[in-house]
């Protein structure tokens, strides 16, 4: 199994400019959750997705940040217009419900964006 | 957001020390897990921890889930250069919610050969 795909690895971009970040979770996986992180807050959910309905996006920093996920293998989390501060690491996780348990999230190697 | 309060937020030790980090939290969790995350990768799921006090080992770690479910130790016995990384706990069931992951603070570790 490949594991959890994200692209690019890298993003560097100018202010204003529209950032598209793409998630292919595992096959099979149920739950899609996209997660930011950086020195200051750490990891933090910004929404997750069950079966390609989004179900809490209440981690979602602001209306220029929206992700959608118009099939079971594959996401997007778009930033416009992007913003100096949304520079972090972006991860992508997916996880399938086992007897109830859906805790053991695999995570994608992250997306490093850096907004100038 | 919220995060579990977890220390130390850093360690420095020698190769073949034994490592021990917690994590605390004012809420309660149902289930408590332990992330390893390597330089330049995500988070990868250690271990596991489903009910209240209990003890659950992954080769040389250790990890236990405090009675209150408000807590939760990891320890690693005889340190490796490989074991050099951040170490996240995390919670799972906080306000009733069974998805949303709460993480810690993070601890790194490193390990002088």
């Known amino acids: 199994d490949a594991g959890v795909i994200q692209s690019p690895r890298h993003e560097v971009t100018e202010m204003g400019q529209e950032v598209t970040l793409r998630c292919k979770p595992i096959?099979?996986?149920?739950?899609l959750f996209w997660y930011r992180q950086t020195m200051m807050r750490g990891l933090e959910l910004l929404i997750y997705?069950?079966?390609?309905?989004?179900?809490?996006d209440s981690g979602m920093p602001e209306d220029r940040f929206s992700a959608k996920m118009p099939n079971a293998s594959f996401s997007t989390l778009k930033i416009q217009p992007s913003e100096p501060r949304d520079s972090a690491v972006y991860f992508c996780?997916?996880?399938?419900?086992?007897?109830?348990?859906?805790?053991?999230?695999?995570f994608g190697p992250g997306t490093r964006l850096l907004v100038l | 957001g919220q995060q579990l309060n977890q220390s130390p937020q850093s360690m420095f030790i020698q190769e073949g020390e034994d490592v021990s980090m917690n994590c605390t939290s004012s809420?309660?969790?149902?289930?408590w897990l332990w992330y390893k995350q390597d330089p330049g990768e995500g988070p990868v799921l250690l271990i596991a921890?489903?009910?209240?006090?209990e003890l659950t080992s992954n080769g040389r770690l250790t990890a236990q889930f405090g009675i209150t479910r408000k807590d939760s130790f990891l320890n690693i016995s005889a340190s490796i250069p490989s074991d050099v990384g951040i170490y996240f706990c995390?919670?799972?069931?906080?306000?009733?919610?069974?998805?949303?992951?709460?993480f810690g603070t993070g601890t790194l570790l490193a390990v002088q050969p």
């Open positions: 809420s309660i969790f149902n289930t």
């Open positions: 921890l489903y009910k209240a006090g």
């Open positions: 096959s099979g996986h149920d739950y």
């Open positions: 997705f069950n079966n390609n309905v989004p179900i809490d």
């Open positions: 995390a919670g799972l069931g906080y306000g009733g919610a069974t998805n949303k992951l709460i």
């Open positions: 996780a997916s996880s399938f419900t086992d007897r109830g348990h859906q805790e053991t999230q695999y």
